[in-house]
């Protein structure tokens, strides 16, 4: 069976959940292969084999690090070019879209973003329109290359053998183009990462910018904090913790919405949420349709009553 290359994200051999769900899905398509750039493979090549990574194409160097992503396309160009996978899966992240459409012009192929499902011969679903309507799709053209929304399946281990195979690879002067002049290390919150979370606890226009509430309810519960995009845009939250059609997906056990009116772009990054509780002072807020909880009344007594109760446990 051919391969089909699986981009791994990682934080120095940390492998996101993201990658873990990629591995599951490519299991169904052709032999997993990871594709590993940067620092870390002595960390992350046992829990890559552990879901799946038949063999892990290695490729490190201070190129991946220094310039945006134009280097991880270039090298997985050359991977396409000289395993002739069966396709190229990657997370739906910023990067790993601007990752796909580059590795799409370089090898003539199509690339479809946004999945929430890959099928056998690389038949995609995708949730278009806020997940108002579900379009089946498939590439016609060169290898397929499909970017999976984080959450869209859970992982599952199935051990394989997780062979290294470095790269020999010279990244060229023409990937070099933008370099990283800085990076803003986050500061450490010891929460969650929002995507990756059992528990999102999420603060819109309702808090109006006082988010200590929402913070204090997610550390009692050991869950994230998320934003809808009126708190990102008024710049109370930043732009990484927004939820929905131009922020993040989540879908945790449990998802909390404090002052969030339930928008249909809000939704879209949220809904497929286990359990969905929202707090609203207004009862006929939207939000209020598709939870399982309701609770109409002031974020700003709710919440600190239900820390009090979470911390009492
Ligand atoms: P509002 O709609 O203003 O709702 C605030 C809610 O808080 C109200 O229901 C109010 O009753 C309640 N409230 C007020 N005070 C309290 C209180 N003290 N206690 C309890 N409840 C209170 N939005 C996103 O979230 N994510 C996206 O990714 C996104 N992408 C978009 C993309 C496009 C192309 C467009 C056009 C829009 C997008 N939006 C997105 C914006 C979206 O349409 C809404 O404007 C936004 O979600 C509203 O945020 P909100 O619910 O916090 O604010």
Redesign the pocket.
Same mark, same amino acid.
Do not use: C, E, M
């Given at each position: 069976m051919a391969d089909v290359l699986v981009l791994v994200d990682h934080t120095d051999g940390k492998v996101r959940k993201s990658t873990l769900e990629l591995l599951t899905i490519a299991r169904g398509l052709g032999t997993p292969a990871a594709v590993f750039v940067g620092d870390g493979l002595d960390a992350a090549q046992a829990t890559l084999a552990e879901y799946g990574a038949e063999k892990i194409y290695a490729a490190s160097g201070p190129e991946y690090s220094e310039f945006l992503v134009a280097p991880h396309a270039e090298l997985l160009a050359h991977l396409v070019g000289t395993t002739a996978p069966a396709g190229v899966l990657l997370p739906s992240s910023f990067d790993g879209k601007e990752i796909a459409a580059r590795l799409a012009i370089k090898t003539e192929s199509g690339v479809i973003t946004d999945a929430v499902a890959v099928g056998a011969g690389f038949e995609t679903t995708q949730s278009v329109f806020a997940g108002s309507y579900t379009v089946g799709a498939r590439v016609t053209k060169g290898t397929p290359i499909v970017t999976v929304k984080p959450n869209s399946i859970s992982p599952e281990a199935a051990p394989a053998t997780g062979t290294v195979e470095n790269v020999d690879f010279q990244v060229s002067d023409a990937a070099k183009g933008a370099r990283v002049a800085k990076r803003e290390e986050k500061a450490a919150s010891g929460r969650p990462e929002l995507t990756e979370a059992s528990i999102v606890v999420s603060g819109? @226009? $309702?808090t109006n910018g006082d988010f200590a509430p929402v913070e204090a309810f997610a550390d009692a519960v050991g869950a994230a904090v998320g934003a809808? @995009?009126?708190?990102v845009d008024a710049g109370w939250y930043p732009h990484s913790s927004?939820?929905?059609?131009? $922020?993040k997906t989540v879908s945790p056990q449990l998802y909390v919405a #404090? $002052?969030?009116?339930g #928008?249909i772009?809000?939704r879209a $990054?949220m809904q497929t949420s286990k359990t969905i509780v929202a707090?609203?002072? /207004?009862d006929e807020?939207p939000i209020f349709e598709l939870v399982d909880y309701g609770v109409v009344g /002031?974020?700003?007594t709710v919440l600190p009553q239900a820390t009090e109760a979470a911390a009492a446990r």
């Open positions: 819109g @226009r $309702g809808s @995009r009126a708190a927004q939820v929905g059609q131009t $922020g #404090a $002052g969030i009116s #928008a772009q809000h $990054g707090i609203n002072k /207004d807020a /002031d974020l700003f």
